[in-house]
């Protein structure tokens, strides 16, 4: 079955301890991208990824670093987790760059205590 | 980077014809316009896009006029089903702006 999956769905944790969100995909989709969401703020783009070891800041970059070492993979990285990163994450692929239909993931809702 | 706008909240009836329109007066000539529905808990899921003119699926329409500063999604005789969140969601090459996004509520 074609999907993105995200681990952990769930996750409470301390400020300033280094945490990962994986996302795999197994569509063989060169783009991949991270997003949060926040009550009133709709969804917004942290980074995205355009192929292996090419990635970009989208609108909300801070405090959060990626890596793309296999096409499948896309992990989130926060070195310092604070209470303002408190949010729903998704992350999604799509097929080629350019193309807008996106498939996301179930989700990972982070608190930071 | 363009910009969306849309209504916050619309409510509607089974059965009834929904409209739900953005505005994106600085989309850029490349840009694709594309719309997306979002239940409680999940993820978005691609519903439809469109670059001019009419599109249409087995799920919506959308209505995008000559000059392209906002479209129209058209959902055909909704059900209680189809209360969500609607996205529009205008872009460029790889860098994606969601709008706010259109609570529908649909009731009997």
């Not at chain 1, 959060?64 to 992990?75: A, W």
């Not at chain 2, 469109?50 to 005789?77: C, H, M, Q, W």
Request: charged residues 20%; contains cysteine.
């Amino acid at each position: 079955e074609a999907q993105v999956t995200q681990n952990p769905r769930y996750l409470i944790t301390v400020t300033g301890k280094k945490l990962t969100v994986t996302c795999s995909q197994n569509m063989n989709h060169e783009y991949m991208s991270w997003y949060r969401q926040d009550p009133g703020l709709g969804l917004r783009q942290i980074y995205y990824s355009m192929n292996v070891e090419v990635t970009d800041k989208g609108d909300v970059p801070e405090g959060y670093k990626v890596s793309r070492k296999e096409k499948r993979n896309f992990p989130l990285i926060l070195e310092s987790p604070s209470p303002n990163q408190t949010s729903l994450y998704f992350c999604a692929s799509t097929g080629f760059v350019g193309s807008y239909e996106q498939y996301f993931g179930p989700g990972t809702r982070l608190t930071v205590t | 980077l363009a910009k969306t706008t849309q209504p916050i909240s619309m409510d509607s009836y089974e059965g009834q014809e929904v409209n739900i329109t953005c505005s994106h007066n600085n989309i850029a000539t490349n840009d694709y316009i594309t719309w997306y529905q979002q239940f409680p808990s999940q993820g978005p899921r691609f519903i439809i896009q469109g670059y001019k003119t009419k599109v249409t699926n087995e799920v919506a329409s959308l209505f995008i006029p000559a000059d392209r500063k906002s479209s129209t999604l058209s959902l055909p005789r909704v059900s209680l089903s189809d209360t969500a969140v609607y996205y529009c969601l205008t872009g460029g090459g790889n860098k994606l702006t969601f709008g706010t996004g259109t609570q529908l509520k649909v009731e009997l």
